[in-house]
């Protein structure tokens, strides 16, 4: 390959991953503006639902592994937990150096109705794709995100 070719080749790779970037941070600032919105249905932000889904699937989870889970540290979500707690949607319990977590009954009942409307909705999100598209575009998230 000329060196022109090799520029004009170089160009077009750059070019399409700024356009792949874009295309992908316009899919999901859209998908959660709409989650977003069936979310204040139920009066939650995406960060208390985030942690509704991680404590109602552990049924007990450290605050340091949600903190990992979430990918923020431990102080961070310290503050979005104390709210949650005097909303009665989670409580939490100090066992020597940890403190667990776990949903109330207020916090299983939201639980219980929220997940499934909100799987349903991303399911909607991507039923464009075939099954092995959405197959071949995980992999393909999980190798960029190595």
Same mark, same amino acid.
């Not at 509704?52 to 450290?62: L, Y």
């Not at 929220?114 to 464009?128: A, L, R, W, Y």
């Given at each position: 390959?000329?060196?022109?070719?090799?520029?004009?080749?170089?160009?077009?790779?750059?070019?399409?991953?700024?356009?792949?970037?874009?295309?992908?941070?316009? +899919?999901?600032?859209?998908?959660?503006?709409?989650?977003?919105?069936?979310?204040?249905?139920?009066?939650?932000?995406?960060?208390?639902?985030?942690?509704?889904?991680?404590?109602?699937?552990?049924?007990?989870?450290?605050?340091?592994?949600?903190?990992?889970?979430?990918?923020?540290?431990?102080?961070?979500?310290?503050?979005?937990?104390?709210?949650?707690?005097?909303?009665?949607?989670?409580?939490?319990?100090?066992?020597?150096?940890?403190?667990?977590?776990?949903?109330?009954?207020?916090?299983?009942?939201?639980?219980?109705?929220?997940?499934?409307?909100?799987?349903? +909705?991303?399911?909607?999100? +991507?039923?464009?794709?075939?099954?092995?598209?959405?197959?071949?575009?995980?992999?393909?998230?999980?190798?960029?995100?190595?």
């Amino acid at each position: 390959m000329k060196k022109n070719e090799h520029d004009v080749s170089s160009h077009k790779s750059k070019n399409l991953a700024v356009l792949l970037w874009f295309r992908l941070a316009r +899919f999901y600032l859209k998908n959660v503006r709409e989650s977003n919105s069936q979310l204040k249905n139920w009066g939650l932000t995406t960060a208390q639902f985030d942690v509704i889904v991680h404590v109602g699937r552990n049924k007990r989870i450290t605050q340091q592994e949600l903190a990992d889970k979430l990918v923020v540290t431990k102080g961070n979500v310290t503050h979005l937990l104390k709210k949650m707690e005097e909303l009665n949607w989670i409580k939490r319990e100090t066992e020597w150096k940890n403190k667990y977590l776990s949903l109330t009954e207020l916090g299983q009942k939201m639980y219980e109705e929220i997940v499934p409307t909100q799987e349903q +909705f991303q399911q909607n999100q +991507f039923n464009k794709l075939s099954e092995d598209e959405q197959l071949q575009l995980l992999n393909l998230l999980r190798k960029l995100n190595k």
